[in-house]
């Protein structure tokens, strides 16, 4: 292949990220058969803009699996289980609160992540999306400070794995 004297170009995240939230029951059970319509509908709320610069947490932890060899030097070791985990902080307190009515503790709801495009570009049959379906825990007040926004904080429990980089078919 040889090598690359191109500096690959990069893609800011500002105005640049669409994060939806639907109620699971809206959506289809397999989320790689997510369509355009599925997205499109009013029951997909955009909460982009309603979570605070550091309101989606999401994280993975893989566990390693140890295998020890009798006389073996080494230490071989195989991927284990995977832990995801996902938390939520968004503004809360207006007549437009868009997160907190939809986020009800004990529901289940589905998070689908489009990055890397303009957050305004319509909805398109290719465009890769991540879906997160979680249960909505408790929700929590943060800290009163003056000179601050309510915010509220809110972990997520996964109830599968996240499907990542899956392309939206078309309607």
């Known amino acids: 292949m040889g090598i690359n004297t191109t500096v690959q ?16 029951s809206n959506l289809p059970t397999d989320l790689t058969t997510v369509k355009v319509s599925d997205l499109a509908k009013a ?3 955009d ?7 550091d309101g989606f947490k999401e994280g993975v932890k893989e566990d390693t699996v140890t295998d020890d060899r009798l006389a073996l030097v ?4 195989q991927p284990g289980r995977v832990t995801e ?15 907190d009515p939809l986020l009800v503790p004990g529901a289940t709801v589905v998070y689908a992540v489009r990055r890397a495009v303009p957050h305004d570009q319509a ?11 979680v249960k909505c825990g408790q929700k929590q007040n943060d800290a ?10 809110q972990a997520m429990y996964p109830q599968a794995l996240a499907k990542r980089n899956v392309p939206l078919l078309a309607a």
């Open 85 to 99: 985990d996902l938390t939520v902080r968004y503004v809360f307190g207006s007549a437009n609160d868009v997160a």
């Open 74 to 77: 080494g230490v071989l070791a």
């Open 123 to 133: 909805l398109a049959a290719g465009d890769k999306f991540d879906y997160f379906p």
């Open 43 to 45: 029951t997909a709320v």
């Open 9 to 24: 170009p990069s893609v800011g995240m500002d105005s640049n990220l669409l994060i939806l939230c639907s109620l699971a």
């Open 144 to 153: 009163y400070s003056a000179n601050a926004k309510f915010t509220r904080t």
């Open 47 to 53: 909460v982009t803009y309603a979570l605070t610069t």
